[in-house]
């Protein structure tokens, strides 16, 4: 009998929706996220996303929510949005106490497969808080770049509450 995980990969359903915030939430927000590499808890307070955020994301044929499966179970999830020939790619999460195991590293891959297969996508591209270097040499390791471009961090409760001054999003983008 195979012990290695099995992994699998498919589009969220609308009613998956509460339980994918809340996945998104305990990997970015909180004490639930300090179990991983990826939490925000040091630099935001609040949520990342809500339900109906999540709902919204899920019916809109411009964007998809792809799940990251481990023996059946949902382990991660990550927001595509079909921007002209390029992707949006957001909302990367892989629960806080599976991460640091390559698992990201092949939801990646698998997320810019499915925006080239179903959008002809020819490049992802992502914002990255600028006080995340780890995270971001993450995804450089991974082909993305920097781009020089920075954009402030919105003025909008909905998108957390920031814990330190001088928040920004850095664009990275990687072509495909």
């Known amino acids: ?88 790619l957001g909302m990367f999460v892989i629960r806080p106490d599976l991460q640091g195991n390559g698992i990201g590293k092949l939801f990646l891959q698998t997320a810019e497969r499915s925006a080239q297969e179903s959008w002809g996508s020819r490049k992802i591209i992502m914002s990255v808080i600028t006080l995340r270097p780890e995270l971001i040499a993450f995804y450089q390791r991974r082909g993305y770049r920097r781009t020089g471009e920075v954009l402030p961090f919105p003025d909008d409760l909905a998108a957390g509450i920031p814990r330190v001054a001088g928040l920004q999003f850095e664009l990275l983008e990687k072509f495909l």
């Open 1 to 88: 009998m195979n012990s290695e995980p099995q992994f699998s990969f498919r589009k969220a359903r609308l009613d998956e929706a509460a339980f994918l915030a809340a996945l998104v939430n305990s990997a970015y927000r909180g004490e639930s996220s300090r179990a991983g590499w990826t939490t925000e808890a040091d630099l935001l307070d609040g949520q990342r996303t809500d339900e109906q955020e999540i709902r919204s994301l899920i019916q809109d044929e411009h964007s998809m929510i792809l799940l990251c499966q481990q023996n059946d179970e949902v382990i991660g999830s990550v927001l595509l949005q079909q921007k002209d020939d390029a992707a949006y």
